[in-house]
């Protein structure tokens, strides 16, 4: 593990969980820098740089919901895995949807796993803390240059 911070993208419209997630964050270990886009064109757009986001970070990681105004996240993840800079990012899908279809979809789009969100605020904090500490302690990630 490295002492620099691990960037996350959060493309979530609920201001509710953007902010239960940014509390769970910071109560853990990790030292990271959380980025949130609002709407699924608003995520695309931060992932490959267009116009108002040159300066944007490339995340470690994505934290996707499903359920999103202009772009819904399996139309997002789709994008992202046909994007030869973007594929190898991981991207977990954290969403109220239990639907064995929407997590089917998920899959085949290729994402790294599917969440349903918690309604408990103590379980929530519980599995955004696992998230990080799974995706940052445990799994290898590819080197970007």
């Excluded at 267009?50 to 490339?58: H, K, L, V, W, Y």
Aim: proline letters at 4%; hydrophobic letters at 40%.
């Amino acid at each position: 593990m490295t002492n620099a911070p691990i960037e996350i993208l959060m493309i979530e419209d609920s201001q509710s969980d953007v902010r239960l997630t940014q509390i769970a964050l910071k109560q853990g270990k990790l030292i990271n820098n959380l980025h949130v886009e609002r709407d699924g064109r608003a995520g695309l757009d931060y992932l490959k740089k267009s116009e108002g986001f040159e300066d944007a970070i490339r995340p470690d990681l994505i934290l996707l919901d499903l359920n999103l105004p202009k772009m819904n996240g399996h139309e997002v993840l789709e994008a992202i895995r046909e994007d030869d800079d973007l594929r190898t990012i991981p991207v977990v899908m954290l969403t109220t949807s239990d639907s064995d279809q929407d997590v089917l979809k998920s899959y085949e789009l290729q994402a790294n796993c599917y969440i349903t969100k918690p309604v408990n605020f103590e379980k929530f904090i519980d599995v955004v803390q696992q998230i990080e500490q799974f995706w940052v302690n445990v799994v290898k990630l590819p080197a970007v240059s």
